[in-house]
Each structure stands twice: as structure tokens, then as C-alpha cells.
């Protein structure tokens, strides 16, 4: 990692797999986003670079990464891996990068109001995961072939992909009669035996045939 690499990032702009934050204030909000990082595909978040890109620095870079450390360490389930690297841009001011592999502990969390909260990327925003991404997530760590038989559900489901592109799991449900939860393990079952995927949203999930 050079200065070099922070201003390419800085021209990339924000992204699935880069972050940006002019500063580590309200920590507890941060860590969401190495979450969804390390959750998705992995990726950077740099502290010292503005919303539009702009490497403008910030000063006390190594309290701004002490504060962001103690945050991780303390407010992130199970303990998340990354590499940290820090720049000088003068004597006052400096860039820190942390950089975060897509995660095999998957799915990472919070824990707040006693509920486990996960994240994800989707494009440049991070959003809550949804049940069925967590799901897909925790037992997609470990692929195995997956045996089921097609239904009168799946052929439902088929049939209405055939005619539109994607998929929800309120339509689905609608379409096949089915309560919601047998609806949704349907769909995470054709994720995790590769017949469908999940494209994740910030409203509600849709699912496509796998190509």
C-alpha cells in the first residue's frame, strides 16, 4: 500500500469494495462498514479522505485509528481480521487505510438492543442484511451439494421466472400460497444449491435464476 494506491482509491470514488471517512467520529456507526466489507467481497475504508474523494488528511491519525481499533475490537461479532497501514500527507496530517478480506467467519455483526445486526454492501451504501442473506451467509461458508426435489412450490417459482426476470420473497410467497417463513427457506435452499442468487437491496431482496 502506497500514497500512490490512496489517491487511485480517492479517484475510484466509493464503491462495493471502498469506503471513504473524513474522520472516526460516531465509531459505533463506522463499524457497520468494515462489516458489510468484510461480509460482501471485501474491500478498503480510508479515514482522512472526503465524500467526494478529496485526500484532505486528518489530524491526531493515530487517535482517529486508536478510537476506530478499541470500536472494532469491542463492537464486532465474531473478532473481525484486517491490515491497517498509515500515511503522513505533512506533520499534521495523515491517511489511515484499513484494509478488509471478505471474511470466512461470515456473517460479522453487531449486537445492539440485544438483537445481532449484520451488514452488506450493496453498490456504495452499506444496509442491514436481510434474514435470508444471514442465512445464505452462515451456511454458505461451508458448500456442500444440496439434494431436494422440485415441488409444486418450485415449479410455482420456475413458472413465474420464466415470465419476469427477478423475484421477491413477498411475490413468491403470494404466488405459491405459502407463509412467508416456508417461503423464504425455499428460496435460501435453490441460493445454496446454486439454482438461484440473491441480489440484495436496500428495500427487499430479489432472486434470479443463477446463470
Known amino acids: 500500500m502506497t500514497l ?36 460482501t467481497e471485501g474491500g478498503v475504508l480510508l479515514i482522512g479522505v472526503d465524500d467526494d474523494g478529496t485526500v484532505s488528511g486528518q489530524r491526531f491519525i493515530e487517535e482517529e485509528v486508536f478510537v476506530m481499533e ?21 506533520p499534521k496530517k495523515g491517511v489511515a487505510v484499513f484494509q478488509i478480506p471478505k471474511s470466512d467467519g461470515r456473517p460479522h455483526y453487531l449486537k445492539e438492543d440485544e438483537r445481532k445486526k449484520a451488514y452488506i454492501r450493496v453498490g456504495d451504501k452499506t444496509v442491514q442484511a436481510s434474514r435470508e442473506v ?3 451467509l452462515r451456511r454458505g461458508k461451508n458448500p456442500k451439494d444440496m439434494v431436494f426435489t422440485y415441488g409444486q ?30 417461503a423464504s ?14 441480489i440484495p437491496q436496500e428495500i427487499e431482496d430479489q432472486y434470479m435464476l443463477k446463470p
Open 4 to 39: 500512490q494506491d490512496i489517491h487511485r482509491y480517492a479517484q475510484q470514488g466509493e464503491g462495493l469494495k471502498i469506503e471513504f471517512k473524513k474522520k472516526a467520529a460516531y465509531p459505533e456507526k463506522i463499524v457497520r462498514e468494515f462489516i458489510a466489507l468484510a461480509n
Open 70 to 90: 478499541k470500536a472494532i475490537q469491542k463492537l464486532i461479532f465474531p473478532a473481525l481480521g484486517y491490515e491497517l497501514t498509515t500515511f503522513k500527507l505533512n
Open 153 to 182: 412450490k418450485e415449479t410455482i417459482l420456475m413458472q413465474a421466472l420464466a415470465e419476469r426476470e427477478r423475484i421477491t420473497l413477498k411475490e413468491f410467497a403470494y404466488l405459491a400460497k405459502l407463509p412467508k417463513f416456508l
Open 185 to 198: 427457506k425455499t428460496l435460501i435452499r435453490l441460493v445454496l444449491a446454486n439454482v438461484l442468487q440473491i
Open 134 to 136: 444471514w442465512e445464505i
